[in-house]
């Protein structure tokens, strides 16, 4: 059952009590408590606003932070999952798009404060975030989100590298704040999902690339697709231009900041649990310039992948039905794991 | 005596120990010995190699770092000061440039590693730095610089403007980092010397700026300029599209990160002895981007000063003769006090 309590901390959504135009009154989603992700049959259906669409969920896939909420990095309670291709079945104010396979930006803005108003939506003060804060995920039979977020999936597209949009388009992120030339020499520090569509998504570049790989399984993904790997003890000091910290711990910090040249540029990507110790003098000496990245716009990643530019498919690892997540989320947590996907309906 | 533990310090420079072509063969100057600062009469005159000249040095400034190293920032030993105005007194490969009043860029780079062959000589691995590393400074009545170091200062720019024009490059280095635009709110945090040449630097930008004060003679200093201040707990938070930190203190960070907007810019330039801690993964949430910032060409500093867009003189708050060099540091170090000089020559 979900409390009033859970309704509260999701309050941008109430779920709907009754049976929905599909005929359903209940679905069928992984819960999550804090650090105990159980699955359930007993939720109701999220209702969609007047601007939203409800979504039936294909694919969804099992990302490092949805390990870190069931590790407990922040106080979680609620359906997870961010990463999902789906079919709108209910869209009120665009019902010539019920039918459509779609993917879905997740950060939800308020559209009202300064961050919205000036198109930031991305970093509303207020935003809700599919699976992650405010608003129920995709780990689950149905969801709902803002049509606007909404993008659709072209036919060359199928479900298996459409689930990797959201990720991509983090990865291409990167390349929204920042230019990176083909002479650069360029270091990723992490083959883990992350990193590997980091990698993936650089190649186009023609930078000189190297990913720091910790699992030979890893690797071996990397250099079939012609990328060079280092491991952490080879990492030559000062040599990078641009150092891409995707390695999830905090002591990766460490590792780029010897890695990067003065004047060089060094790009955070991970969120783990825990800070890291920063010489600011040492940053100002060497005119280091340190960039957060997080999320990114669709429609480049789908792009990409249409193109057929990027295959993010070899990453995938294992496929588990909905019923089995728990099992799913223990195969993620796995040391080296790349992706890990949830058959929701097909 | 200088000893020859001294000259393996300064690996660079040799002194000269007979009579230079001016007649003199010692000089009086400051000398620390990491924390104690003494003046002395007994150096040697620096030796300028082929493609250097000597100068003698007019106005020499007292700057953060040199307080610094007075503090034991770093181990130190030698003659300090980097920011002087002077005139060249040998110059062996362009004797035409005796006579010129100069004012000198500070970092002098091996000329071959691969930071100088990218045009990158302030970030040389091996350089020397004026004052600072590896080479004598300018409290002292002769330096030596390379010559292509040295640029000429026009008429009118007076000796006490021209004293300005390394911190002066250092606060213009932000604005070649990083393009401010008249729509932007940008808060410096710190109004002390290097925050006043900042903050009056960002004054052409037409941007929304406002200076954290903590000293009522910084703050009137700043608002007779038509600069707005406020105090630390006054700050609004995320609310500044750039900070730039010039506090000169690991608290400083803090007050940064509270006041800038998601996807905004802290620009660092205060360098203290310690570390900072940082949580990584929220400027990865926030897209923050952190840009260290340290000195800055000198070429567009003294055309300010010689158009009269920037006028640092206000800031001058007491003049020593160089024989009273410690007592011009125990003033300079005192709480709020800006820019004190030492007069060398005349």
């Given at each position: 059952m979900v409390s009033s309590e859970d309704?509260?901390?999701?309050?941008?959504?109430?779920?709907?009590?009754?049976?929905?135009?599909?005929?359903?009154?209940?679905?069928?989603a992984l819960w999550l408590d804090n650090s105990r992700l159980v699955l359930r049959d007993d939720l109701p259906m999220p209702k969609s606003g007047p601007e939203e669409a409800l979504v039936a969920v294909r694919l969804a896939g099992i990302c490092g932070t949805d390990l870190a909420l069931a590790n407990g990095y922040y106080p979680f309670r609620g359906i997870p999952g961010h990463e999902f291709v789906g079919k709108i079945v209910q869209a009120a104010a665009a019902p010539e798009r019920v039918g459509q396979r779609v993917v879905g930006e997740i950060n939800i803005g308020c559209g009202r404060c300064r961050a919205c108003l000036a198109g930031r939506e991305r970093h509303c003060e207020n935003r809700n975030v599919l699976g992650i804060r405010g608003r129920h995920g995709a780990f689950a039979e149905f969801l709902a989100l803002p049509l606007k977020n909404l993008a659709p999936v072209p036919l060359a597209v199928d479900d298996e590298a459409a689930v990797f949009v959201e990720p991509l388009a983090a990865a291409l992120q990167i390349q929204s704040q920042l230019t990176i030339s083909s002479d650069e020499r360029v270091l990723v520090i992490g083959a883990g999902r992350l990193g590997q569509l980091i990698?993936?998504?650089?190649?186009?570049?023609?930078?000189?690339?190297?990913?720091?790989?910790?699992?030979?399984t890893q690797r071996r993904l990397l250099e079939r697709s012609g990328i060079g790997c280092l491991g952490e003890s080879e990492v030559p000091a000062g040599a990078y231009d641009v150092v891409i910290e995707a390695g999830g711990d905090p002591g990766c910090w460490k590792l780029a900041r010897q890695a990067v040249r003065a004047q060089g540029v060094i790009v955070l990507k991970s969120t783990y649990r825990g800070s890291v110790r920063v010489d600011a003098s040492a940053l100002v000496a060497d005119e280091i310039t340190v960039i957060g990245s997080r999320c990114g716009p669709f429609a480049p990643a789908v792009k990409r992948l249409?193109?057929?530019q990027i295959d993010p498919r070899p990453l995938i690892e294992a496929r588990y039905p909905l019923a089995e997540g728990p099992a799913a989320f223990a195969h993620a947590a796995r040391p080296g794991v790349l992706k890990v996907l949830l058959r929701v309906t097909s």
């Open positions: 309704r509260d901390r999701f309050g941008s959504i109430t779920m709907q009590q009754s049976t929905s135009a599909n005929g359903f009154s209940k679905m069928k990698a993936r998504s650089l190649q186009a570049t023609g930078c000189r690339l190297q990913v720091v790989a910790r699992h030979l249409a193109e057929g």
